[in-house]
């Protein structure tokens, strides 16, 4: 089986700064893309940013000069940085990761979700 943990959000004024952080353990072989997504409240869940096993990122527009994804495939771990940050760019941040297990199945995996809140 395979879990993951996410870390690292809060309350934070406008133009403050946060990191995300979400692990992946137990039988992973390989990870595959990762990437963070977000919901607000009332809103559908929507991508924020991405990242390939080969570390090409992808950011929504509404994040680009602002957030920064990385991703260590040693430690099976996504990151979000995020800065600049806006009262819009409240709601729960959910991470999410494929992995391709020892068993060599494939797992589209979320995290339990992290709230951030940003006040004005």
């Known amino acids: 089986q395979v879990q993951l943990v996410e870390s690292g959000g809060g309350l934070v004024q406008a133009g403050g700064s946060l990191r995300l952080s979400c692990g992946a353990s137990?039988?992973?072989?390989?990870?595959?893309?990762m990437g963070w997504y977000r919901q607000a409240p009332g809103k559908q869940r929507e991508l924020v940013a991405s990242?390939?096993?080969?570390?090409?990122?992808n950011y929504a527009d509404f994040v680009k000069g602002r957030f920064t994804i990385s991703g260590d495939n040693a430690k099976n771990t996504v990151y979000l940085e995020m800065n600049s940050l806006k009262p819009e760019d409240t709601a729960v941040y959910y991470c999410?990761?494929?992995?391709?297990?020892?068993?060599?199945?494939?797992?589209?995996?979320w995290g339990q979700g992290t709230q951030v809140t940003v006040s004005s």
């Open positions: 999410n990761v494929v992995v391709l297990t020892i068993a060599f199945t494939v797992e589209n995996l």
């Open positions: 137990g039988s992973i072989f390989k990870t595959n893309a």
């Open positions: 990242i390939t096993s080969g570390g090409t990122p």
